[in-house]
Nanobody, 124 residues
């Protein structure tokens, strides 16, 4: 049974930075592409970023491109999301997820395991 545990969320002022981590267990981490999604109150869950199994290729939502960096350390079974120049509209619960599909899927339905989420709040 796979398990994903996010950490690193918190309260930050606009313009600040946060680094989210997602520790995976169960299964062979390096055989799965990984993604980050977020969900703000009253809104649907939306794609943020994805990374291939090897970590060579990444893909970002337009809303975060240039401000966020997704990376992974397969030796530590961990995926990261570095967020810079944070804006109040980035406030949401951030989830990491695992997919059996190749490439960098951006649809939530393509991911089979999800973490419990970590809250990111950006104050203005």
């Amino acid at each position: 049974q796979a398990q994903l545990v996010e950490s690193g969320g918190g309260l930050v002022q606009a313009g600040g930075s946060l680094r989210l981590s997602c520790a995976a267990s169960g299964g062979t981490f390096s055989t799965y592409a990984m993604g980050w999604f977020r969900q703000a109150p009253g809104k649907e869950r939306e794609f943020v970023a994805a990374i291939t199994r090897s970590g060579i290729t990444t893909y970002y939502a337009l809303s975060v491109k240039g401000r966020c960096t997704i990376s992974r350390d397969n030796s530590k079974n961990t995926v990261f999301l570095e967020m810079n120049s944070l804006k109040p509209e980035d406030t949401a619960v951030y989830y990491c997820a695992r997919t059996v599909y190749g490439g960098t899927p951006s649809r939530a339905m393509e991911y089979d395991y999800w973490g419990q989420g970590t809250q990111v709040t950006v104050s203005s």
